[in-house]
């Protein structure tokens, strides 16, 4: 099953090239001749079929936005989470209130709308921080609500320099 069959990478005028030309975020989306990826499970099978080239792109880009693919829910959410068969991390309170959605979905902060979320490190208070992370936006917000993402080990070269 060729990769181009599924996943198409699109490029954003958002995307940053801090490294050998290699985009941040990858952007992935469904190719335009497929249909079938408009269907959940056809989506978790192809990122089953795909894992390794999958792994390959994250492992190059430091993230990937899926785009356009048929995730409407915290449930479909969970279970696009659960096809990539990484081990779970639980999630080890902290300062941001969250509260458990289904599976491994939580909330991501509970805090009030006025209070602005610094950017951090996801669990990085616990001895053992998790390798991978997903987002989801089941609502977008009329304004604002954005989660930034960062390269760290690029963040840590420029407070070198």
Known sequence: MATGIFFQQLELPQQKSPADGVLFPAVLSPTSTTTKLQQLSTFKQAIIAH????ESLLL???AILFRGFPVTSPSDFNDVVEAFGFPEFSYVGGRASRTQVVGRVYTANESPLDKEVPFHHEMS?????????????????GEGGETPIVLSHIVYEKMKE
Do not use: A, D, I, T
């Open 51 to 54: 894992k390794p080239w999958l």
């Open 60 to 62: 190059n880009s430091g």
């Open 125 to 141: 208070y616990v001895p053992v921080s998790p390798k991978k992370l997903f987002f989801f936006c089941e609502e977008e917000p």
